[in-house]
């Protein structure tokens, strides 16, 4: 329910843009990200796009990546600057809708794609 598109292969340095779209099942997002993980590390949340909107970024990738999207289409994107090999990792969308009282609320991810920083 949530697709990701634009992982590939790009040298240090280089940019790229990862895009994420919810199906129209999904309502009532209350925040959208992007995770991160590689073979060696856990997920790491890397982007944080809220419903205010509001955007947090990890230390990690402050300065060099920028989330941006629209929590109400269900839709965001990650552009990813000034790539590193250490940013080699798969990415994953991921999704979570309003909290209400009755129900909780609803996760959802992504299927991931991969981003190899490489020469």
């Known amino acids: 329910q949530l697709l990701e598109s634009g992982g590939g292969l790009v040298q240090p340095g280089g940019s790229l843009r990862l895009s994420c779209a919810a199906s129209?099942?999904?309502?009532?997002?209350?925040?959208m990200a992007w995770y991160r993980q590689s073979a060696d590390k856990q997920r790491e949340r890397v982007a944080t796009?809220?419903?205010?909107?509001?955007?947090i970024y990890a230390h990690s990738v402050k300065d060099r990546f920028t989330i941006s999207g629209d929590t109400d289409k269900g839709t965001i994107y990650l552009q990813m600057n000034t790539l590193i090999p250490e940013d080699t990792a798969v990415y994953f969308c991921?999704?979570?809708?309003?909290?209400?009282?009755?129900?909780?609320?609803?996760?959802?991810w992504g299927q991931g794609t991969l981003v190899t920083v490489s020469f």
């Open positions: 991921y999704a979570r809708t309003d909290y209400i009282p009755s129900e909780g609320y609803q996760e959802f």
């Open positions: 129209g099942s999904i309502s009532s997002i209350f925040e």
């Open positions: 796009l809220t419903n205010g909107p509001r955007t």
